[in-house]
C-alpha cells in the first residue's frame, strides 16, 4: 500500500510538473510578425508586408500584428515610417501605426520586435501614401440653392432691405475661407470658418446688382495642404414693396371697457427703424398709438379706453428705414 501510495505522489508531482512547464513554453512561443488580410489587411509582396494606403490630410489607422501573445518591444530599425504617423504600442496585439500622414509618397520601413525573454523577429512593411484631393465646392439647387452657368455658381437673388442667408458648401471637413477676387454685395460678409460643411454669407444687402466673387479654400488644420477655388455670383433686386399685413375692420371695442388685444398694426419684412402715424382719420376718442416711434418696433398698437360709441375710419401710415412708405384704412367700432 506504501508503494502505490508512494507512485501515486510521484505521478502527482510529474502532472503537477506539466502543468507549471506550461506557462513557460507559452512564453517561449516563436515570436513572429504577421502579415494578411485577415490579421492587419496587409499583403505580402516579394518578401514586403504591404499595409492599406493612406492619404494625406486624412487619419490612418494600420496594425503590425505578433503571435507570441505577449508584450513586446517595437522599433523602426531602417526606412521611414510616413511623415504624421507614429508607431506605438498596442498591447498583447502588437503595435499601431497611427496618424494624418503630411506627405504624399511610398514609405518603406523595417520594424525590429523584441518579445520579454529577448526573442527578437524583424518584418519589412511598405505604406503608399497619396496626395490630399483639392477641395470641392457644391453648387446645384439640392445642395445650396446654386445653379452652375460657365463656372459661376449663381446662388438665389436676394433685396435690397431683406435679411439674407447664402450657402457655400465644401469637401474636406473644416476649412478656412478668403475672397480672393470680387466682392460680396454691401451689407452681406462671410466668416472665415463656419463649419464641416462649408461657410455662409449672411447679411442685409444695401445697394442692387449683380455682384460676382471667387472664394479660396484651404484645410484649417493643415493650411499648407492643397485647397480650393469657386467663383460665385449674387444678384440683389430692388426693394421688396411695404406691406402692412394687418386687415380691417379691426375687432370691436366698448366703451368704458380697456381696448384689448392690443398690438394690430404689422408690417412684414421691414428693416428698423420704423415709425408709424395716422395719415388721415380718427382714432376712437381715448385709444392712441401707445409706440409710434419704437425703432425697434415692426408693429405698434392701440391702447386706452374707448369712450364714444361709433364706427371710426382712420389710415395707418408707416415708413421703414430704407424710406418705403405702406398705408392702409382700418375701420374701429365702439360699442355701448
Do not use: H
Not at 454685395?185 to 460676382?212: E, H, K
Amino acid at each position: 500500500m506504501r508503494k502505490t501510495m508512494a507512485t501515486l505522489v510521484a505521478a502527482g508531482a510529474l502532472l503537477l510538473g506539466v502543468a507549471a512547464a506550461s506557462p513557460a513554453l507559452a512564453k517561449t512561443a516563436p515570436l513572429t510578425q504577421l502579415c494578411s488580410p485577415g490579421t492587419n489587411g496587409g499583403t505580402v509582396i516579394n518578401g514586403v508586408c504591404v499595409l492599406p494606403g493612406a492619404t494625406v490630410g486624412l487619419r490612418y489607422e494600420a496594425f503590425i500584428v505578433t503571435s507570441n501573445g505577449a508584450v513586446n518591444t517595437f522599433t523602426v530599425v531602417s526606412g521611414s515610417i510616413p511623415p504624421g504617423i507614429s508607431l506605438a504600442a498596442n498591447g498583447t496585439q502588437g503595435a499601431i501605426l497611427i496618424g494624418t500622414p503630411t506627405q504624399a509618397g511610398a514609405f518603406t520601413f523595417t520594424v525590429q520586435a523584441v518579445s520579454p525573454k529577448g526573442q527578437t523577429v524583424q518584418e519589412t512593411y511598405s505604406i503608399t501614401v497619396a496626395p490630399a484631393p483639392p477641395i470641392t465646392f457644391f453648387c446645384s439647387p439640392s445642395t445650396n440653392g446654386g445653379t452652375l452657368v460657365n463656372g459661376v455658381c449663381v446662388l438665389p437673388n436676394v433685396n435690397v432691405g431683406q435679411s439674407a442667408e447664402e450657402f457655400i458648401l465644401t469637401s474636406g471637413g473644416v476649412n478656412t475661407f478668403t475672397i480672393v477676387s470680387g466682392s460680396l454685395p454691401p451689407g452681406l460678409s462671410m466668416p472665415a470658418t463656419f463649419g464641416a460643411a462649408g461657410t455662409i454669407v449672411a447679411g442685409t444687402p444695401t445697394q442692387q446688382g449683380t455682384f460676382t466673387f471667387t472664394v479660396n479654400a484651404v484645410p484649417f488644420a493643415n493650411p499648407q495642404l492643397p485647397g480650393g477655388q469657386q467663383t460665385f455670383s449674387i444678384t440683389v433686386d430692388p426693394p421688396l414693396p411695404l406691406v402692412i399685413a394687418s386687415t380691417s375692420p379691426l375687432p370691436a371695442g366698448q366703451v368704458g371697457v380697456t381696448y384689448f388685444p392690443l398690438t394690430f398694426f404689422v408690417v412684414s419684412s421691414a428693416p428698423t427703424p420704423i415709425t408709424w402715424s395716422v395719415a388721415s382719420g380718427q382714432l376712437p376718442p381715448g385709444l392712441s398709438l401707445s409706440s409710434p416711434n419704437a425703432p425697434a418696433i415692426i408693429g405698434n398698437q392701440l391702447s386706452g379706453t374707448p369712450t364714444t360709441i361709433g364706427t371710426f375710419v382712420f389710415t395707418m401710415k408707416v415708413t421703414d428705414a430704407l424710406g418705403r412708405q405702406a398705408t392702409q384704412q382700418f375701420s374701429l367700432t365702439i360699442q355701448p
